[in-house]
């Protein structure tokens, strides 16, 4: 089973940074899709930034050009720079990545358990 540890979240000053690491560990041969989402109290969550395997990147409108979502994969781990925080962003943020296995071909979902990341006006 791989398991996924997130860290990095905290409390910052609006304008501040903030960098999350998703960190697996298990069998894996190689991470397909890092997600990261985030859930603010009341609110739907929703997906803020995605990277595939290729380098490919997509954001959510809400935090393009303040957030830079990447990998190593030698420490099978994603990160989520953020920059200019802003209240708003205050949510909780969840890590899913899509992993293969070693030995195995097909991708499966793992998500990981929340960090929580407090930004004061």
């Known amino acids: 089973q791989v398991q996924l540890v997130e860290s990095g979240g905290g409390l910052v000053q609006a304008g501040g940074s903030l960098r999350l690491s998703c960190a697996a560990s298990g069998s894996i041969f190689s991470i397909n899709r890092g997600n990261w989402y985030r859930q603010a109290p009341g609110k739907q969550r929703e997906l803020v930034a995605a990277?595939?395997?290729?380098?490919?990147?997509n954001y959510a409108d809400s935090v393009k050009g303040r957030f830079t979502i990447s990998t190593d994969n030698a420490k099978n781990t994603v990160y989520l720079q953020m920059n200019s925080l802003k209240p708003e962003d205050t949510a909780v943020y969840y890590c899913?990545?899509?992993?293969?296995?070693?030995?195995?071909?097909?991708?499966?979902?793992?998500w990981g358990k929340g960090t929580l990341v407090t930004v004061s006006s």
């Open positions: 899913n990545l899509n992993t293969t296995g070693w030995g195995r071909r097909d991708g499966t979902d793992y």
């Open positions: 990277v595939t395997s290729g380098g490919s990147t």
